[in-house]
Each structure stands twice: as structure tokens, then as C-alpha cells.
């Protein structure tokens, strides 16, 4: 990705021109602990500025880390090392020196917020112990309803997390302090509660939303879910012993598994296409036969039998143009067999039933005899 940064790469675009574009590294989603790993920021320290371990708890950021500054502050600490080390303990300078060759990037700016691990599970767990009760809201659209607010809850999941996040601010309206929730947390807690990373966090938040957009679109819950269906389940299906092993063989038969599925419903599609061929012709002959009862002549007593009078032939026009049918101008699938339509709408018996109602477009004259 460095090469193709700085030198370009062709690549084809959506509408099949081929352009030579510039990959640039601007985002990394990661939880706190990979942060600190990546940017070679101590634990317990903000991997986005200057601020040490015990000024968290302050209202401001600090000065931002830049990776200029990281390498300096780990040759600094290489020269004055007793035993002449590289890096400091818990620390990698390869990963700050490679960040270091992208074109046009900091790996600092480049750590994103992580909401899940940070508010509903970080600040948002510390601000539900200092409710003792959220007022009960009336029903809204939308939002969940607690009849019996959350004193109950012996353990909140994520999903109830969000849920008591949306009714919070109403909630707590009038209860709280006009200077706002934060300020109600700082009385609630002392400093040394509120002096770790995951509050801190939260000055940081402004300026990659401005830069990225909104948090969804770099959220680690969605790399989460992977963890129960890589290595939870995983996990499940082995003895506990030599898991290693097992687990990269399950994770391969699942996948076998599902490559077989695929096949298969790759042939049951390419058999239902044949039978549909099928159905199509029959119905086509059946059409024609139709057609060519439609196109005899009838004499002049069936004229006269079958003539409609005008008033009788404008009420039916008029009633057809009161109905309140509507059909799409553009298919949603073109050239969909009558045998796919029946299978995916579960309707067996469509096509019995359009030949009826085709039959039943004709005059008399021209329809085909029912089997009684």
C-alpha cells in the first residue's frame, strides 16, 4: 500500500474505465488496546495527544501526538537507556516507522473512536451507576418503552444499552444540573473515577466526525460479531486441548460446508430454468391454441347474441378506469419464468390459474372448454 501511494495504482472503476488512483491510509478501526499497540502509546496514556496517564480527568485535550513526535520521544528514550534498547518495554517502533512511510498520513489521526468499547460499554455503563432510577417515559415511537424503568435489570446487553441511551437525556431532564450530564458525573464520582482513557476519549470525538463522518461508519461492533462465529463457536466445538488446531479445522469445514451449499443451490436454480422452459412452451401452445379459436369467424346470430349494447360496453370501460390497480412501468426482474415466480412466491398453482384467467379474457366464442 506504500508503493501504491506514492507511485499510483490502475485500477478498473464501476464504469469500467481504468484509472490510476493513489490509495491513502486515513482511518484505523481498532479497540484501545491495538491503538496503543499501533501507535506505540503507552497503556493507560491517550494514543491521540500529549496527555499523561494521571491528567485524563482534565476538562481539555492535550497538544496532539504526531509521529515526529513518538519517534523522538522513543530515541530519547533509546539514549538514554541503560541497556541500550531500541524501545521501551511494551513498545514496537516498527509499526511507528512504517506508519511513518505513508504518503500524507499520521497514525494518530488515523485512530478513530470506538463507540462500542468507549461509550455504551465504557462511559455509558459509569453514568447508569450513578442513576439510582430513570423516570418512566410515556410510550414514543421509535424508542423502547420501560414500564418498570432499569432497577430491575440484573445485566444490560449492548442492544438495552442503546435502547436506555435514547431515553436518557429526557430522563434526566430536570433531575440533573443545568451544566449538563457531565458535570452531574463529576459529582457523582471523584477524579480518580473518571481519569482513564474511555472518558478522556470523548474530547476526541468532534474532529474525526467533522474529518470521517459519522461514528457508524467506523465502529468495531460490526468486527465484534465475527469474534462468535471465528473463535467462540469455534472454540465451543473443540476438547480444550490443542484448540489451535481444532478450531482452524472447523472454521475450514464450515467453509466447505457452505461452498457445498452454494453448489447446491446452484443446481436446484439450473434445474428449476429447465422446468421452467417447459411450463413456458406448454402455455405458449396452449396460447396459440387460444388465438386460433379466437380468430374464427362467428356467423351472424352469434354477432347479434354477442353484440354489447354501447351503454352497457362505456359502464364496464368506466368501472375499469375507477380501479385502483397500479402496475410498476419497469419490472423489478425482467424475463422471470413462470416456474421461478410459482417456486419463489410459493404459489403452486399460478400457472393452472393464468391460463384460466387468459381464457377468461376471450369472448365466449373463443374460449376454451373447462373440464367439469
Known amino acids: 500500500m506504500i508503493t501504491a501511494g506514492k507511485g499510483g495504482i490502475e485500477m478498473v472503476g464501476g464504469d469500467g474505465d481504468v484509472r490510476k488512483v493513489y490509495p491513502l491510509l486515513c482511518t484505523y478501526v481498532a479497540d484501545y488496546p491495538e491503538q496503543c499497540l499501533v501507535t506505540c502509546t503507552k497503556y493507560g496514556t491517550c494514543p491521540k495527544c500529549q496527555r499523561k496517564a494521571n491528567d485524563l480527568g482534565l476538562a481539555s485535550a492535550g497538544d496532539s501526538r504526531t509521529v515526529l513526535w513518538t519517534l523522538g520521544i522513543m530515541k530519547e528514550a533509546h539514549d538514554t537507556s541503560v541497556a541500550n534498547q531500541e524501545a521501551t518495554p511494551g513498545q514496537d517502533s516498527n509499526s511507528t516507522q512504517k506508519s511513518k512511510n505513508f504518503p500524507l498520513t499520521d497514525i494518530h489521526d488515523c485512530m478513530t473512536p470506538d463507540i462500542l468499547h ?6 455509558f455503563k459509569h453514568l447508569l451507576k450513578c442513576v439510582q432510577e430513570i423516570v418512566v417515559l410515556p410510550p414514543t415511537c421509535g424508542v423502547r418503552h420501560f414500564k418498570k424503568g432499569i432497577a430491575d435489570f440484573s445485566q444490560v ?3 438495552e444499552h442503546k435502547h436506555i441511551a435514547c431515553i436518557l437525556i429526557a430522563s434526566l431532564t ?14 457523582q464520582t471523584t477524579k ?23 461514528t457508524d461508519n467506523y465502529n468495531t461492533e460490526a468486527f465484534e460479531r465475527f469474534h462468535v462465529d471465528m473463535a467462540k463457536e469455534a472454540w465451543d466445538a473443540t476438547n480444550k486441548r490443542n484448540h489451535f488446531h481444532q478450531m482452524t479445522q472447523w472454521l475450514s469445514r464450515q467453509e466447505k460446508i457452505l461452498s457445498f451449499g452454494f453448489y447446491r443451490n446452484w443446481i436446484d436454480s439450473t434445474s428449476t430454468n429447465q422446468g421452467a422452459q417447459k411450463n413456458d412452451i406448454t402455455l405458449k401452445l396452449d396460447v396459440a391454441k387460444l388465438g386460433l379459436k379466437k380468430r ?3 356467423n351472424s346470430d352469434q354477432r347479434a347474441a354477442t353484440a354489447t349494447p354501447a351503454s352497457t360496453s362505456n359502464a364496464n370501460t368506466k ?18 419464468s413462470l416456474n421461478a415466480i410459482a417456486n419463489s412466491h410459493n404459489a403452486p ?7 384460466l384467467y387468459i381464457n377468461s379474457l376471450l369472448p365466449k366464442e373463443g374460449q376454451m372448454c373447462q373440464k367439469k
Open 118 to 123: 468507549q461509550c455504551y460499554q465504557g462511559v
Open 157 to 159: 446487553t449492548g442492544t
Open 174 to 187: 430536570g433531575k440533573v444540573d443545568q451544566r449538563g450530564i457531565a458535570y452531574f458525573v463529576k459529582q
Open 192 to 214: 480518580d473515577q473518571i481519569n482513564i482513557p474511555k472518558f478522556h476519549s470523548l474530547l476526541h470525538y468532534v474532529n474525526p466526525i467533522k474529518w470521517l463522518g459519522t
Open 296 to 298: 374464427q369467424i362467428p
Open 319 to 336: 368501472t375499469l378506469l375507477q380501479t385502483n390497480i397500479r402496475i410498476a412501468k419497469h419490472p423489478h426482474e425482467t424475463k422471470k
Open 349 to 355: 398453482g399460478f400457472i393452472p390459474a393464468l391460463k
